[in-house]
């Protein structure tokens, strides 16, 4: 009822409906009676007998609600609702993931799609929904229709894209969770030979970024999983267009790989001649079973191609600059009175 309430009045009411006090007082409702709902799921003790016979008479009306409404209408927190839903019954909601996903995922990327700004509630939920999915109902991804994986994968690279720092995080780590699920399952040949050479030219377009500079340690994760994964064995098929090239122009994916990023790079990088990239690349397959050996071949790259300056590059170092704050952090605790009790306290209350 409140729904109906809320699209009518802002049909009828123009662009400006949505900001009149009668609208906000029927969304602050609605708003409550989710994260009621959310809440009951959340800390429920019968489990099953909940997710039984509450959630799903409850799914027609909330999905159907999301998605007949319009962009203003639509509230966050039903995406945050079955984020909890999936994390809290797991793979008993496979079934179910196809119509969540058709409720809410389409009409939720063409809000935050648009621009970087706009819903930030949205954006945060939606890949937190995102998230439930590939972790515990992974296996619902492979009854999609192409056209609905393609913009599952369009929204993690849209994310990861992003010059905010906990989307794009978010997005690189929904990405190698992915890789991982889908390098050991059945589909392991057709999703990358759709999605390889997509992922690693998006990749490498946002390690090459300044904007993009904190997510450095996720990217190299990903590239050492690519390139990892050509000489595993997983792949079987032809990463190359088959239809254009033939099934044997190139004796091996690893072959074909290693030119294809030579010819990428060597695009990108005009100011770098063709055996410095060509070294680079060599270097990466080299290296792709040594994380730090890996790492640090693709920070002299980076600082070789003139994208980071010498004085610009903390942000590569990050991992490291961690790591040596917790050590010092351990060696001034081994030394009794070194650190206060009350720094201590406040550390834990800052955990």
């Avoid at 889908?182 to 999605?195: A, D, G, L, M, P």
């Amino acid at each position: 009822m409140y729904s109906e309430l809320i699209s009518t009045s802002i049909a009828d009411g123009g662009p400006f409906a949505s900001k009149t006090s009668y609208v906000k007082l029927l969304r602050s409702v609605k708003r409550e009676t989710l994260k009621l709902i959310e809440t009951f799921v959340d800390k429920a003790e019968d489990q099953p007998q909940i997710g039984k016979q509450f959630v799903p008479p409850m799914m027609d009306s909330v999905l159907g609600d999301y998605a007949r409404n319009v962009p203003d209408a639509r509230e966050s927190e039903v995406l945050s609702l079955f984020a909890t839903i999936i994390n809290k019954y797991r793979s008993a909601m496979m079934e179910d993931v196809p119509r969540i996903f058709e409720a809410v995922f389409a009409c939720t990327l063409e809000m935050i799609t648009k621009n970087f700004e706009d819903y930030p509630e949205h954006r945060l939920k939606f890949f937190s929904l995102l998230k439930a999915i590939a972790t515990y109902c992974f296996r619902a991804l492979f009854v999609l229709s192409s056209q609905q994986l393609k913009l599952v994968m369009d929204s993690i690279i849209w994310a990861f894209r992003h010059t905010e720092r906990n989307i794009a995080e978010t997005g690189l780590n929904l990405l190698l969770e992915m890789l991982k699920n889908f390098q050991v399952s059945e589909f392991c040949n057709q999703f990358h030979q759709t999605y390889f050479l997509t992922i690693e030219q998006e990749i490498f377009a946002v390690l090459t970024d300044t904007f993009h500079k904190p997510g450095f340690k996720a990217h190299v994760l990903i590239l050492q999983h690519l390139f990892c994964l050509v000489d595993s064995g997983a792949l079987t098929l032809p990463l190359w267009d088959i239809t254009a090239l033939g099934p044997t122009a190139y004796p091996n994916n690893m072959v074909f790989v290693r030119e294809y990023t030579i010819k990428l790079l060597g695009t990108s990088f005009p100011n770098m001649t063709a055996a410095e990239v060509t070294q680079f690349v060599d270097g990466l397959f080299e290296s792709r079973n040594d994380l730090s050996t890996f790492k640090n071949h693709i920070r002299d790259f980076l600082v070789q191609s003139k994208e980071f300056s010498a004085q610009d590059n903390k942000d590569l170092y990050a991992e490291e600059a961690a790591a040596q704050r917790e050590r010092e952090r351990q060696r001034m605790l081994s030394i009794p009175g070194l650190i206060a009790p009350s720094e201590l306290q406040d550390e834990m209350v800052d955990s």
